[in-house]
């Protein structure tokens, strides 16, 4: 069955991963004084962009640390889509690694990186964070969110932009989550990943001027499919992708010929 898928640590920000294999699983090791990217994968942890989304990053010139976020309940793909009380008790790992990273590294940028389910659990993760405490940027890749999930929370804790990155073409999306309900428990109504993110109604005017200011949706387009990235639920985390599109697009990482997304 296909899956629902979806970034230092110590004093001084010396070279430590605190690397534990029921929690996090780095893809590789680079300078924490220089960035961090917190990564979570979608349902099941089934390994989509574990390896490709650092290698990426750092073949677009990223020099920081990457870390994979383990969440799952290890009972597959379907499991953690509907146990959603896994996906938010596991968003309190990121609330405490992002805290702990800032208060060492308080200069450093940190950016978040989710895939499909994983989106939510990014999403929780940051929302639960301090008031003093933000996030530079966030990317969504094939979000399994309801598309009017009050970001609203979220958006007061990220400086920058969150990337809601879509497809009409993602079959994962399309196929499943009407019978499963998006990772926040919403049935009925389409996720993010398929049509990109929309304010709720009946909400407060700071909080659609907060949508229009910091939510950047971005529809597929064929030019991707260049980089690896058909449209599929998994294809956003392609090395490619990442290496040529959303490093130096979204995160201003890389070639300056390519400017960060307004």
Known sequence: MMIFLSVLVVSGCSEQDGYNPNTSRSPGRG??????????????????????????????????????IIWTSFTGPLGDQVIRLNARLRSENLTKKIRSYQKRCPQAPVYVIGLSAGTGVAVWGIENLPEDIKVDAVVLLGSSLSKSYNMARCLKHVKNKVYVLYSPHDAVLNGFIPITGTIDGAYLVEPAGLVGMTPPNNVKPETIQAYQEKIVNI?????????????????????????????PKLLGIGPKQIHPAD
């Open 31 to 68: 300078s924490e004084s220089l960035g961090k990217v917190f990564y979570l994968d979608g349902a099941g942890n089934m390994g989509f962009g574990q390896e490709t989304v650092g290698q990426g990053l750092r073949l677009a010139g990223f020099n920081g640390n990457v870390e994979n």
């Open 219 to 247: 529809p597929w387009q064929e030019s991707f499919e260049r980089m690896g990235n058909a449209g599929g639920h998994t294809d956003g985390t392609s090395l490619s992708f990442v290496r040529g599109y959303v490093a």
